[in-house]
């Protein structure tokens, strides 16, 4: 056993690329060492701005030489009735380096098919990294790639030397116009001369001296104990950012936190434009007191260990200064003018193409808010139509227009709603309209904020839909997908009881449309509902059980989702599922509708049956509108004995045409009664084929 040590040196890469493909490079290392019967570890990934490195501690040194079965074709056509080998017969074996006298029959499940043994010699571990190494690189995924040479190599970012090393071998292979050896190169800023590596074990130690941290992990953590420990200094302590602690891991070779200092002036810009500031501008860290107010200090994290720290921080100052200067300016001008004169001027500036402008945006979400707030619960329509009527202003704000801090749109609605005057319940629900902005980020905390949010999330996905803009596989350029699970997710956090469907119809109707889309917009919703669920421990085929029949209402659907559950394990609840998937597959392809005729029901077991089902239909509406799926469901399980004895004693496809279409009628009706709380035929039981 040798280790293994691969090295990819590069211009820097972008942060967000470096993890993802480091990740993939050591999987797709262990890939090809697994697929040659090489023995090897986990394995370690390492990279900074300059560099991906994969280190196998242990690799077996080469293939052990083995013997193949190889199964050709069936005896019959290999061989003629004569036992003469036929062509097939001969091209098989000639494509493996044999002749026909090679071939034996032997009988398999699926019949008597010829066989042949191949003989595979032992294959080094190096020779096995000479062909694939390249491959992988060449193939390694990035969102986005470029070209720096005349042929048609491609990467993140130009590779401008490669290490491979396999025990005290360098493993020579040639990609990119280079050839693998056994160098590195330490931090561009000491001299960036080629450093020889004699044994794989003394890579991390070996560019430790010379000013390179390759591990993120060891960056990770001395970047997060020298900012707490220089905060500290202060009496303070750094805001918390694990995106732009990451940021930074990924951005630095030898990270160094320097303290800095700002101008008290600053501190009367709002926080979250300061830290914003400093964040997005700079990558540095804001410092506040643990009344979480913020303090005249920042730290900033430099990539230079021997660098004068007092000249880095007073440049980092002076950036800061023109920074906050900009911003102050803009505050101060926004606070001016106000957001009411600004609802005019959204007039002049368009939304969607084909879809209007702000000012209909505005106007689409006062609507929806009204529409919303009249059918749930503690809402306050006045407050609703205001956060409307405000929410979009702040984007024709200096702050938001001039592209400085378009990432606190919302919130600087928010912040300013509230210093101008307006009700907090109005600015609280501006500054929550787009939450969440990561997957699972945070959602709206206020019941207004979250009705402005589903509004503005509607409106823009239907807009889209009618602009074209219908996501499709990987194209998704307006987060369509992510918008609708966002408006699902505040729908069962809050226990919201919104039909998806009708708001659909409404937030159509506000574009003058009715049916456009309309399905493709249901579908959307069905679709991000199903993992919002197998989330919360729903089995997929319960998921799909309920979304079946209540997609459009969430709530319930998780609701009855949870009670499905609960049951399941119970027998009778089996029982009823097979009488479902039974009454599914008679009805399958069968054109009925209406209720049954009782006096066609000439039977008693289908008397019973009927009689059964009207007696339960009230107490299961009740129960399904109070969401009490539990009681729903032993509604449900009552009709399992009439439903066995149905099929047990009456003939439903009836010779009579009459006789046959009302028994189908009657089972229709039950079926119906089920499909109020899910598609009970579509649950998978115990043996049954799972997922398509």
């Given amino acids: 056993m040798k ?291 913020l303090l005249p200090y920042f730290i900033a994290v430099a990539d230079n260990p021997d660098c004068d720290r007092k000249t880095v921080a007073r440049w980092y100052e002076r950036a800061a200064e023109s920074r906050l200067s900009d911003a102050r300016f803009f505050f101060d001008a926004d606070m001016k003018v106000g957001l009411e004169p600004l609802v005019e001027q959204e007039k002049k500036v368009t939304w969607i193409e084909k879809t209007g402008s702000y000012y209909d945006k505005t106007q689409h979400l006062r609507a929806l808010c009204k529409y919303l707030g009249t059918r749930l619960p503690e809402t306050d329509l006045t407050v609703l139509d205001r956060s409307a009527q405000l929410a979009k202003t702040d984007l024709l704000t200096n702050m938001i227009h001039e592209k400085e801090y378009t990432s606190l749109q919302g919130i600087m609605g928010g912040i300013y709603a509230r210093m101008l005057g307006e009700p907090d319940l109005v600015a609280d629900a501006i500054a929550e309209q787009y939450l969440p902005v990561a997957t699972d980020g945070k959602l709206p905390e206020t019941v207004n904020g979250a009705i402005l949010n589903i509004a503005d999330k509607i409106d823009n996905i239907v807009a889209t839909f009618l ?20 408006i699902l997710a505040i729908i069962l956090k809050r226990g919201f009881r919104i039909d998806i469907s009708e708001l659909i119809r409404f937030a159509l109707s506000l574009f003058g449309k009715n049916g456009s889309c309309a399905y493709k917009l249901r579908l959307l919703f069905k679709e991000r509902l199903e993992p919002l669920l197998t989330e919360r421990k729903i089995p997929y085929d319960i998921a799909r059980a309920v979304l079946e029949t209540t997609w459009h209402l969430p709530c319930q659907a998780l609701a009855s989702a949870k009670a499905l559950v609960e049951f399941r394990e119970s027998d009778e609840f089996q029982h009823l599922i097979i009488g479902q998937k039974r009454v599914a597959n008679i009805l399958r392809g069968q054109d009925v509708s209406g209720l049954p005729d009782p006096g066609l029901l000439c039977e008693p077991a289908e008397k019973e049956l009927w009689k059964q089902a009207n007696n339960i239909e009230p107490g299961l509406d009740n129960a399904v509108s109070s969401q009490d799926f539990k009681q729903a469901t032993r509604l449900l399980l009552s009709l399992r004995t009439p439903i066995d004895a149905m099929f047990d004693k009456v003939l439903v496809m009836a010779k009579d045409p009459k006789i046959r279409t009302n028994r189908l009628q009657l089972l229709n009706y039950v079926r119906s009664l089920f499909r109020k709380v899910a598609d009970l035929s579509s649950i998978v039981l115990q043996g049954e084929n799972t997922r398509d």
């Fill in 3 to 293: 280790p293994l040590l691969l090295e990819i040196g590069t211009e820097e890469i972008p942060s967000l690329f470096l993890e993802p493909a480091a990740q993939e490079l050591r999987s797709r290392i262990r890939t090809l060492l697994t697929e040659h019967e090489i023995k090897t570890g986990r394995g370690q990934i390492f990279w900074t701005p300059r560099r991906l490195a994969v280190f196998f501690s242990e690799v077996s040194a080469q293939r052990p030489g083995r013997t193949l079965e190889i199964q050709g074709p069936p005896n019959k056509v290999a061989f003629s009735s004569e036992g003469k080998p036929t062509k097939t017969a001969i091209g098989f074996s000639q494509s493996h380096g044999k002749t026909p006298e090679d071939l034996y029959v032997k009988s398999i499940p699926k019949g008597k098919y010829v066989f042949l043994k191949k003989q595979f010699p032992p294959l080094d571990t190096t020779e096995i990294l000479k062909k694939g190494v390249p491959e992988i690189i060449s193939s390694l995924p990035f969102p986005k790639t470029m070209r720096w040479r005349s042929d048609k190599t491609r990467f993140a970012r130009p590779i401008r030397w490669l290490l491979c090393m396999f025990g005290t071998e360098s493993i020579r292979f040639e990609f990119a116009g280079l050839t693998a050896s056994n160098k590195t190169h330490g931090h561009r800023g000491f001299g960036d001369k080629p450093i020889e590596i004699t044994t794989p074990g003394d890579y991390e130690k070996l560019l430790l001296d010379h000013k390179v941290v390759v591990s993120p992990k060891a960056r990770r953590q001395s970047i997060m104990k020298e900012i707490a420990e220089m905060a500290t200094g202060v009496n303070a302590m750094p805001v918390k950012d694990p995106e732009l602690i990451e940021e930074t891991v990924n951005t630095t070779e030898f990270p160094v936190p320097i303290l800095c200092k700002l101008e008290s002036e600053h501190l009367k810009l709002p926080r979250e434009v300061l830290i914003t500031a400093l964040k997005k501008h700079q990558r540095c860290f804001a410092v506040q007191n643990e009344n979480n107010q």
């Fill in 467 to 486: 602009a074209g803009a219908i996501p499709t596989g990987s194209f998704d350029p307006f987060a369509l997908r992510r918008q609708a699970s966002g």
